[in-house]
């Protein structure tokens, strides 16, 4: 079967650095995205992987290892408003999206 | 364009009783997805179209579950018959194929809320 693992919920400080890890099993591999989510608010597309390596965007960056079936998002200069659900997407073979529970991301000040 | 609508936002509905969502993409986008997704858990693949083509129905999906895309623009949901474990949101998203942005990146609509008594 197909699986993407989060971790479920995560803590960090105002200021701080966080990662968030995603691993997945999928039938193929066409990209993985990551997705912000406010509660009750709709995914928000934050980055999108399809090469090993480190995209960067601001205080956003996002990490891919293909071979280890590998993800991690990491947020810098961590803001109050950064509280949310973090959800982890692999396209697969048929180019469908398969999503993570998501990570619920607390930032305390 | 102000992005992808869904409409209702919310919906109360008693067990037994059928209900309609619609979804208005992005004006010019190809791809329509429905989503459904409940607390804590990621989104749940519903259907998809390519223009008015439904291409992919998930196997999950009861027979009381349909959607249309008539001409290719806004879609609607209808689920006959609700039960309890319906209640759910249900996310609309659009994409474009072919566009210079990442490929498959999916802009969603705000949600319908259902929730069945």
């Known amino acids: 079967g197909q699986n993407i693992d989060q971790p479920t919920e995560m803590t960090a400080t105002e200021g701080a650095i966080v990662q968030i890890n995603c691993t997945y099993q999928t039938s193929g591999f066409n990209g993985l995205f990551w997705y912000q989510q406010h509660a009750g608010e709709a995914p928000t597309f934050l980055s999108y992987n399809v090469l090993d390596g480190l995209e960067e965007k601001g205080r956003f960056s996002s990490f891919l290892s293909r071979s280890k079936g590998y993800s991690y998002l990491l947020l810098k200069e961590l803001q109050m408003k950064d509280s949310a659900s973090y959800l982890c997407?692999?396209?697969?073979?048929?180019?469908?999206?398969?999503w993570g529970a998501g990570t619920k991301l607390i930032i305390k000040p | 364009d102000t992005g992808v609508s869904q409409n209702p936002r919310h919906k109360i509905t008693k067990r037994g009783q059928n209900v309609t969502f619609r979804c208005d993409p992005i004006s010019e986008h190809n791809r329509l997805y429905w989503y459904r997704q409940t607390l804590g858990q990621g989104p749940e693949f519903l259907t998809y179209?390519?223009?008015?083509?439904?291409?992919?129905k998930s196997r999950l999906l009861s027979d009381r579950f349909s959607a249309e895309r008539p001409k290719g623009s806004f879609s609607t949901l209808e689920i006959q018959r609700t039960e309890q474990g319906d209640s759910a949101m249900y996310l609309c998203?659009?994409?474009?194929?072919?566009?210079?942005?990442?490929?498959?990146?999916?802009?969603f609509g705000e949600g319908s809320r259902l929730t069945v008594l």
């Open positions: 179209f390519q223009n008015e083509a439904q291409l992919e």
């Open positions: 997407a692999v396209r697969d073979s048929n180019y469908q999206l398969i």
């Open positions: 998203a659009s994409s474009l194929d072919g566009t210079g942005g990442p490929p498959g990146e999916l802009f």
